[in-house]
């Protein structure tokens, strides 16, 4: 099978990084006898510099021909990041309405001891959060500042429709459904009529999955159970910001923001798959940018669920998974996720090391 891939590096560690995704996605062409396309472009701060935009409209029309988008991180300590979100990610998130964004959080037994919790709490955690990621307060409207005789105002709205939640978390029981069939909902329903709404929604879909068994969560405390008790979550659904903060702070139980992964999914089509685009969590890192030191494995792992969910491929998604579970039981680290007698590699060589296994598994 032939596949095209848009590929968007971004900034700072963006293009190491995902660099790293498409040599692992090439060797699983070779191995399973894909083809896989790959169109670059310049997206972020970079773009911004050489065309005066933070995305070009034929980068947009050319992930629009694509089957899936792989990027980096985008952003610029000196520069205008507003911009770049409102001219970049944004539309890219409006364009192909991916509204679902989800985000694994797997503990890999051999990272245990180096992470800041004690290990006891840490062992079996494997959830993922499924995040709304085209409404709420990002989107909202009113939003803009002003003066007044009172001083100076800022106003961003929460609003959120029936629809956008229904779907959202028809994501979240679905994913429940073909796992450990646990959902716990995240909201403020104890001070916020979009959460009231969003519980109300909820408690009706759940008489559709009798199988699942949802739970509602303030989401004060679901950031308190994240570190208290994380293994008892299987799959958390929530509206936008809670989602954003939420998944930052479970980047403490993987031990670094290089081992998590993200897809941004739009709706389903009748094979199972969706239009996605896929991308680490974590930021462009300026300050270790271009030294390859930054841990590829979000990104490679990124590549896994783009080979999963856009493209149904979950053999070679699981191997991928499986060579990035090998790397580590064998010691190899990179420096954000390196305990004593690890084998420290740069952002290549890890890479290397996992197509490596990939090809040998295959």
């Known amino acids: ?142 939003k803009r500042q002003w003066r007044s005789l009172q001083g100076r105002q800022g106003v961003d709205t929460l609003r959120y429709s029936e629809r956008e939640i229904r779907r959202v978390l028809q994501v979240g029981f679905e994913l429940a459904r073909q796992r450990r069939k646990k959902l716990t909902s995240v909201d403020k329903a104890n001070v916020l009529e979009t959460s009231r709404l969003w519980r109300q929604i909820a408690l009706e879909l759940a008489a559709e999955y009798p199988d699942v068994a949802l739970e509602h969560m303030y989401v004060d405390n679901a950031a308190m159970q994240l570190v208290r008790r994380p293994a008892a979550f299987d799959v958390i659904v929530t509206e936008n910001m809670f989602g954003d903060i939420l998944t930052d702070e479970a980047a403490v139980l993987a031990g670094s923001m290089g081992m998590l992964p993200s897809a941004s999914l739009g709706k389903r089509r009748r094979d199972g798959t969706a239009f996605g685009m896929y991308e680490p969590i974590h930021g462009t890192a300026p300050d270790i940018a271009g030294q ?8 490679i792992l990124s590549a896994a669920l783009l080979l999963r969910y856009s493209l149904g491929l979950e053999r070679e998604a699981q191997a991928i998974e499986r060579a990035v579970e090998q790397v580590l039981e064998a010691g190899y680290r990179t420096v954000d996720i390196a305990d004593e007698g690890a084998t420290i590699l740069g952002t290549q060589a890890m890479g290397d090391k996992v197509a490596e296994l990939v090809a040998a598994g295959g």
């Not at 590096?9 to 070779?30: C, K, S």
């Not at 004690?118 to 009113?142: C, N, S, W």
């Not at 390859?292 to 990104?299: H, T, V, Y």
């Open 1 to 142: 099978m032939s596949y095209s891939i848009a590929v968007l590096p971004g900034d700072g560690v963006g293009p190491e990084v995902t660099a790293q995704g498409v040599r692992v996605l090439e060797t699983v062409g070779r191995v399973f006898g894909h083809t896989f396309h790959f169109t670059t472009h310049l997206v972020g701060a970079v773009a911004l510099r050489t065309y005066d935009t933070a995305m070009q409209p034929e980068t947009l029309e050319d992930c629009r021909r694509s089957d899936a988008i792989l990027f980096g991180a985008v952003g610029d300590p000196t520069g205008d990041d507003a911009r770049i979100i409102r001219e970049a990610l944004f539309p890219l998130r409006k364009t192909f309405d991916l509204f679902a964004n989800l985000r694994s959080v797997k503990v890999y037994p051999p990272l245990i001891g180096g992470t800041t919790l004690k290990p006891e709490f840490l062992h079996g955690v494997d959830l993922i959060v499924v995040r709304e990621l085209t409404g709420g307060l990002y989107f909202g409207k009113p």
């Open 292 to 299: 390859d030191q930054a841990n590829p494995l979000a990104s």
